[in-house]
């Protein structure tokens, strides 16, 4: 079972950037694609990002139009992180990563019916 970790939340203030992390302690995340979604109060939940497994050769990587410009997915061995720039209200959610062996982040992963592990999210806030 793994047990994935968000972490790096919190209040901004619009116009600012946070960095979120995603970790399984002491695991290795290489043979996993990982995606953020997010969920507003009141409103359905959402793919954000995607970077597929580097064990499946070269990276690939999925945006929501809405943050494509704004927010980038970078990963290293044990860590995936999504850098948030130029937030606005609108990007206020609870934030989770979720992971899936192997994944390219295709279709059924990137809306979430095919990832296989979720953490239990961490909350951004965008206010003044």
């Known amino acids: 079972q793994l047990q994935l970790v968000e972490s790096g939340g919190g209040l901004v203030q619009p116009g600012g950037s946070l960095r979120l992390s995603c970790e399984v302690s002491?695991?290795?995340?290489?043979?996993?694609?990982v995606g953020w979604f997010r969920q507003a109060p009141g409103k359905e939940r959402e793919a954000v990002s995607c970077?597929?497994?580097?064990?499946?050769?070269?990276?690939y990587t999925r945006y929501a139009d809405s943050v494509k410009d704004r927010f980038r997915v970078v990963r290293d061995k044990y860590t995936v992180y999504l850098q948030m720039n130029t937030l606005t209200p609108e990007d206020t959610a609870v934030y989770y990563c979720?992971?899936?062996?192997?994944?390219?982040?295709?279709?059924?992963?990137?809306?979430?019916?095919?990832?296989?592990?979720w953490g239990a999210g961490t909350l951004v806030t965008v206010s003044a």
């Open positions: 979720a992971a899936a062996y192997l994944s390219l982040c295709n279709d059924r992963d990137y809306s979430g019916d095919g990832m296989e592990y």
């Open positions: 002491g695991f290795s995340l290489d043979q996993y694609g």
């Open positions: 970077i597929s497994s580097p064990e499946e050769g070269s990276l």
